[in-house]
């Protein structure tokens, strides 16, 4: 079986944006796949994080994972902490090593995550040499994301061939599998953006875990435009191009299908039957959520997680260690 792997960050509560470009792709290939879920716990702390705040997400996206239709059960999914593997940090000082400096702060995401704060840390700038440790280790042929992380992925395949060309086959190339509807969740309130876990505006993002009325009022309430013609146009047109696509997420539809179902109404059919399909789909979850959390499972899955991939990536490791010069021979 080939291997997929991801990881979303515990910096804060997963949102609908999360669930589009990296949950439901999970869910979507979990059969025909061995599966490397993990939560990137030190990628996290790449900006400030509370501590209690931390263990909670960290938890809390477990459960949610499960609730959103990942299967633990199954013999090929591996859910684990990427802190609790000490060989992704291992990998990821040798790519440290190895990578110009100019490639990592040309990142988009280096660069408007530092743009936010005055004074920006060392591991904000290495954050993609540790995101292809945790793919490279693992040799994961695909990676599922929102469009995001596709510069990530790309540079993770960059690093994978530069160190296959100078010290010998060692790394599978990966690829990012970006999801075709969905692949980045506006902003509601702002649009142009994407819809962030760790936003500040508390309308911005609808989470895996708000109450329907939250849900409701959070649609209602979304940036649109004024020209009042609901069509698919996401430079023109972003707010009501959300729109769609979170209804099509949540429906299963095409956006083709979405707008000729909504073309020559207003907005607020459209905002209405959004805030529906995200409402039928998570109130379930929810329920599920709550389950996973009063079962004590979370542990025992994580145990065996964390047991699978050490295994898995101190082979890899050891032959880097080798091909690098590391050590004794
Ligand atoms: P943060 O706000 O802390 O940066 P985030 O909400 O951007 O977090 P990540 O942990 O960076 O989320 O991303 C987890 C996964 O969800 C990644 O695969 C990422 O591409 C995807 N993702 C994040 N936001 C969106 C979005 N708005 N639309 C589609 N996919 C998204
Ligand atoms: N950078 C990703 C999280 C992440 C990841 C990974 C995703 C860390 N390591 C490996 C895929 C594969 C993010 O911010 N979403």
Known sequence: MDRLLTG?????????????????QIVNYQSDYETFLFIPDMH??????????LHRNIINAIAMYIACGVNPDLPNMHIYIQSENLYHANLSWIFECHTPH???TRMHQFKAKSALHETFTEGLVTYPDLMAADILLYDAKYVPTG??????????RNIAIRFNNRYGELFAIPEPLIPSIGAKIRDLQNPEQKMSKSTTN???????SDP????????????TDSDGVIKFDEE??????????????????????????????????LKKAAADAVVEKLMPMQEKYNDIINSGRINEILDAGRDYSNKIAAEKYEKVRKAVGFGRI
Do not use: C, W
Request: hydrophobic content about 40%; overall charge negative.
């Open 8 to 24: 979303l960050q515990p910096s804060g509560t997963l949102t609908i944006g999360n669930y589009a470009g990296g949950i439901s």
């Open 212 to 223: 329907e009325k939250v849900i409701r009022k959070k649609i209602m309430s979304a940036v």
């Open 102 to 104: 100019g490639e990592l």
């Open 44 to 53: 996290a702390i790449t900006v400030p994080q509370d501590p209690e705040a």
């Open 202 to 208: 508390p309308k911005a993002s609808i989470f895996l």
């Open 147 to 156: 469009i995001d992380q596709k510069q990530h992925v790309e540079l993770a």
């Open 236 to 269: 023109n047109k972003p707010g009501v191009s959300n729109l769609l696509t979170i209804y099509s997420v949540f429906t299963g539809s095409s956006i083709e299908d979405a707008v000729a179902k909504f073309e020559g109404g207003g907005y607020g059919d």
